[in-house]
């Protein structure tokens, strides 16, 4: 069974800094698009970034220049490096695998920012 756990969120004051972190198994990880997505409450889930198997990164206008996405096939891992938060950013962040028609979802991380 394909399983993505994430890890990372937390509470952090406005301006300060996460990294998230999603290790993924039993799956070919080095072929699979990898993304993070949010989901704040009251309002529908949105993309946050996205990374392609290639490399090539998209991220929301939310976010361009605060968060960086990455990944590391050899651990199986991608991260979600968070700066500058803000309160609008608190939501359950969720890590999804996406190739050909299999789309694989974490089971969430909760980050807060306070203000």
């Known amino acids: 069974q394909v399983q993505l756990v994430e890890s990372g969120g937390g509470l952090v004051q406005a301006g300060g800094s996460l990294r998230l972190s999603c290790t993924a198994s039993?799956?070919?990880?080095?072929?699979?698009?990898m993304g993070w997505y949010r989901q704040a409450p009251g309002k529908q889930r949105e993309l946050v970034a996205d990374i392609s198997s290639s490399g090539t990164t998209n991220y929301a206008d939310s976010v361009k220049g605060r968060f960086t996405i990455s990944r590391d096939n050899a651990r199986n891992t991608v991260y979600l490096q968070m700066a500058s938060l803000k309160p609008e950013d608190t939501a359950v962040y969720y890590c999804?695998?996406?190739?050909?028609?299999?789309?694989?979802w974490g089971q969430g991380t909760q980050v807060t920012v306070s203000s």
């Open positions: 999804n695998s996406r190739w050909s028609n299999l789309n694989y």
């Open positions: 039993r799956i070919t990880f080095s072929i699979y698009a």
